[in-house]
């Protein structure tokens, strides 16, 4: 029994003992494996992070052409642009940072194709080019190529391309804008010299040195002093990037979708928003010359007078805003205008078709309406909004009844396509409109947002209430179909004048000039004019408190100082009766001495004799000083000198205190 229990316990041992190594090895492959585990994993995550970070700090080079407009800014200057702006915000989404390398177009082309560039901005597609560069799935923006010259060649500008014969037109080299002129030469059978140019900077420089008649450039490049002769095409453009940098283009066509998704339109409105406005061609054409000839260059302008801030005048001359346009036609084309004012709108059209002026406004436009009349319309000149004026808190109620004149824009035809279902009142002026809204014959009227400044003078409108409606209006000028010429003419100045029409010209003339009387200021400000009247009242009577008690305790105080001087002036009369008094019989001692000291008595009764004669002579000048009291007060003091012997003086001092000083057991001695 005891051998079995110790074979069973060998076995027991000896199968713990294999348990113990597997195990054993097993926990030594997990020590081996878990460390490689871990390295493999920090290297795969280094691994990330390190590519990440070099996606993070990518330098892209970037061709950089100057092009007015689309690239501007050569190396160190600022930089602005449609182009250079498309470029930042891709940088903002990729993180890029641009290395820029500068050169023409045609340069930084060849150096797209050689891969000593990445990106290339504004490449137009050919089956050529995509052969040595890779273009991005989204197109950067579409160019439109006119043909531009500048005013010393306006036999160009009128209108016949075929003044185009002969001319020397300059194009950019590399560009697609040689091969689209080609094909529109082609097509208008015209016959012209090409002139290939290195870049935009050369084409301005031919041109000024009068190398050039004329150039193709897109709009987005185009400056102020260039006149557009005819558009010759368009073409999307796209962004160029070399065939050795797919992982830039797989990141760029993943930065333009998102941008495209998120934006809507955003290339067309970033295009439009550095597009110059040269691509209009202000010049006069042939058919508006020919007008003018027939009306002796003189264009008759009628306009609705009184109307602030759209049209006024002043010393003779028209104002406001159609003033600014009708001016810029003066300056531009050196056309006489001749303004003549109308009362109402239907006084306008009467003369329009009487033939008595050429063109008028301004009008609130609406195509289906003026169609009715047959007349031409303009372009917009301003933007209004419509602005109820009614009184109370019910504004739906009140557009049942709504006053209109023919004096205002909002004449009864324009208020009721605004309200259909309103009964319009007519009335003569905006005055009388307004006092119909006061006094509750009607329930509102309406007036363009843009005259509420004016009026705000009136009193009237100190009582109502004003909403302004979710509506835009356009006001243009209106003529007759055979004067449609006129209206062509105006809508260049309108567009060259655009720029100012809604700013400074409208803030100059929605300010009223008319001086405030007294009543008005009294009626604009009766709340701050109570307040500080009762303020005023309030101070006065403060000073009137203040003044009553002052005089008051002046009246104490000369009381007071009235007493004193009684007290003063019965003291005086009493030392000096006193004086009088006590001097009498001072006058008998001393008398008396004198005789006493004449009859000789011997040595020591002379001594005490003549001590009581000194006494009496201190004490009446001590007499005499409180009578000269009163002339101190008096002011009638004199002083007189008076020579003395002091060694005298200070005897006699001795005599009179030796009594005391025996008396006293005192000692004087002077020195």
């Known amino acids: 029994?005891?051998?079995?229990?110790?074979?069973?316990?060998?076995?027991?041992?000896?199968?713990?003992?294999?348990?113990?190594?597997?195990?054993?090895?097993?926990?030594?492959?997990?020590?081996?494996?878990?460390?490689?585990?871990?390295?493999?994993?920090?290297?795969?995550?280094?691994?990330?992070?390190?590519?990440?970070?070099?996606?993070?700090?990518?330098?892209?080079?970037?061709?950089?052409?100057?092009?007015?407009?689309?690239?501007?800014?050569?190396?160190?200057?600022?930089?602005?642009?449609?182009?250079?702006?498309?470029?930042?915000?891709?940088?903002?989404?990729?993180?890029?940072?641009?290395?820029?390398?500068?050169?023409?177009?045609?340069?930084?082309?060849?150096?797209?194709a050689d891969g000593e560039i990445d990106i290339l901005g504004s490449v137009s597609y050919t089956p050529e080019r995509a052969e040595a560069i890779s273009f991005s799935d989204y197109a950067e923006g579409t160019e439109r190529y006119w043909i531009y010259t500048r005013e010393d060649h306006l036999n160009l500008t009128d209108g016949d391309l075929k003044q185009l014969n002969g001319c020397r037109i300059g194009v950019a080299d590399g560009s697609c804008q040689k091969k689209l002129l080609e094909k529109w030469l082609d097509s208008n059978q015209l016959h012209a010299e090409i002139v290939v140019c290195k870049g935009y900077d050369e084409i301005i420089k031919k041109q000024d040195a009068d190398e050039l008649d004329a150039f193709v450039i897109p709009a987005l490049s185009v400056d102020s002093d260039f006149i557009a002769i005819a558009n010759i095409g368009v073409s999307d453009c796209y962004f160029g990037v070399s065939k050795s940098r797919p992982?830039?283009?797989?990141?760029?066509?993943?930065?333009?979708?998102?941008?495209?998704?998120?934006?809507?339109?955003?290339?067309?409105?970033?295009?439009?928003?550095?597009?110059?406005?040269?691509?209009i061609n202000y010049a006069l054409n042939m058919e508006e010359k020919q007008w003018l000839a027939a009306h002796e260059n003189t264009i008759r302008v009628g306009y609705l007078k009184d109307n602030l801030p759209f049209c006024g005048e002043e010393d003779g001359k028209l104002t406001g805003i159609l003033g600014t346009v009708l001016e810029t036609v003066q300056k531009k084309y050196e056309i006489t205008i001749q303004a003549v004012p109308c009362s109402t709108g239907i006084?306008?059209?009467?003369?329009?078709?009487?033939?008595?002026?050429?063109?008028?406004?301004?009008?609130?436009?609406?195509?289906?309406?003026?169609?009715?009349?047959?007349?031409?319309?303009?372009?917009?000149?301003?933007?209004?909004?419509?602005?109820?004026?009614?009184?109370?808190?019910?504004?739906?109620?009140?557009?049942?009844?709504?006053?209109?004149t023919e004096t205002?824009?909002?004449?009864?035809?324009?208020?009721?396509?605004?309200?259909?279902?309103?009964?319009?009142?007519?009335?003569?002026t905006q005055?009388?409109?307004?006092?119909?809204?006061?006094?509750?014959?009607?329930?509102?009227?309406?007036?363009?947002?843009?005259?509420?400044?004016?009026?705000?003078?009136?009193?009237?409108?100190?009582?109502?209430?004003?909403?302004?409606?979710?509506?835009?209006?356009?006001?243009?000028?209106?003529?007759?179909?055979?004067?449609?010429?006129?209206?062509?003419?105006?809508?260049?100045?309108i567009d060259q004048s655009s720029d100012i029409l809604n700013g400074v010209v409208l803030a100059l003339n929605s300010v009223s000039e008319k001086k405030m009387t007294l009543q008005d200021v009294l009626a604009e400000y009766a709340g701050l004019?109570?307040?500080?009247?009762?303020?005023?009242?309030?101070?006065?009577?403060?000073?009137?408190?203040?003044?009553?008690?002052?005089?008051?305790?002046?009246?104490?105080?000369?009381?007071?100082?009235?007493?004193?001087?009684?007290?003063?002036?019965?003291?005086?009369?009493?030392?000096?009766?006193?004086?009088?008094?006590?001097?009498?019989?001072?006058?008998?001692i001393v008398g008396f001495t004198d005789i006493a000291l004449k009859l000789k008595p011997d040595r020591k009764v002379e001594n005490y004799l003549k001590k009581i004669r000194q006494s009496s002579e201190y004490l009446m000048t001590l007499i005499n000083d409180v009578l000269d009291i009163s002339r101190i007060e008096s002011g009638k003091l004199e002083y007189k000198p008076v020579p003395v012997d002091l060694g005298d003086m200070l005897i006699r001092f001795c005599r009179l205190q030796e009594a005391i000083r025996k008396t006293a057991t005192l000692f004087l001695r002077f020195q």
């Open 1 to 112: 029994m005891g051998r079995m229990d110790r074979e069973t316990e060998k076995r027991i041992r000896k199968k713990d003992k294999k348990k113990s190594l597997w195990i054993s090895i097993l926990v030594l492959l997990m020590l081996l494996l878990v460390p490689a585990s871990v390295h493999a994993s920090e290297m795969k995550s280094n691994g990330k992070t390190a590519q990440a970070m070099e996606k993070e700090n990518k330098t892209v080079r970037v061709g950089y052409f100057p092009y007015a407009n689309f690239q501007e800014g050569g190396y160190g200057e600022h930089k602005q642009g449609a182009g250079y702006e498309y470029l930042q915000k891709i940088s903002y989404i990729t993180g890029w940072k641009y290395e820029y390398v500068y050169g023409s177009f045609k340069e930084c082309l060849d150096m797209l």
């Open 247 to 279: 992982d830039l283009l797989e990141e760029l066509n993943s930065a333009l979708e998102e941008i495209n998704n998120t934006k809507t339109d955003y290339s067309s409105k970033l295009y439009a928003r550095y597009e110059g406005k040269a691509a």
């Open 347 to 404: 006084q306008m059209n009467e003369a329009l078709q009487a033939g008595e002026i050429d063109i008028a406004g301004p009008i609130i436009q609406d195509f289906y309406t003026q169609e009715q009349f047959q007349v031409v319309l303009t372009d917009k000149i301003f933007d209004i909004t419509p602005v109820v004026i009614y009184k109370g808190n019910d504004y739906s109620s009140s557009l049942s009844a709504i006053a209109a």
């Open 408 to 428: 205002s824009l909002y004449s009864e035809l324009m208020v009721s396509l605004l309200f259909p279902d309103a009964e319009i009142k007519q009335y003569d």
């Open 431 to 493: 005055e009388e409109c307004l006092e119909a809204v006061a006094n509750g014959k009607v329930g509102a009227t309406v007036i363009p947002s843009s005259k509420i400044n004016l009026l705000n003078e009136s009193s009237l409108t100190k009582s109502l209430s004003f909403a302004e409606m979710a509506k835009r209006q356009e006001l243009g000028m209106f003529t007759t179909r055979g004067n449609r010429r006129a209206a062509t003419i105006i809508n260049k100045a």
């Open 529 to 588: 004019v109570t307040g500080v009247s009762f303020a005023i009242i309030f101070v006065l009577l403060l000073l009137v408190y203040s003044l009553l008690v002052s005089r008051k305790k002046q009246m104490e105080a000369l009381k007071e100082a009235q007493n004193a001087n009684a007290a003063n002036i019965a003291k005086t009369t009493f030392l000096n009766h006193m004086s009088h008094d006590i001097r009498t019989p001072m006058n008998a």
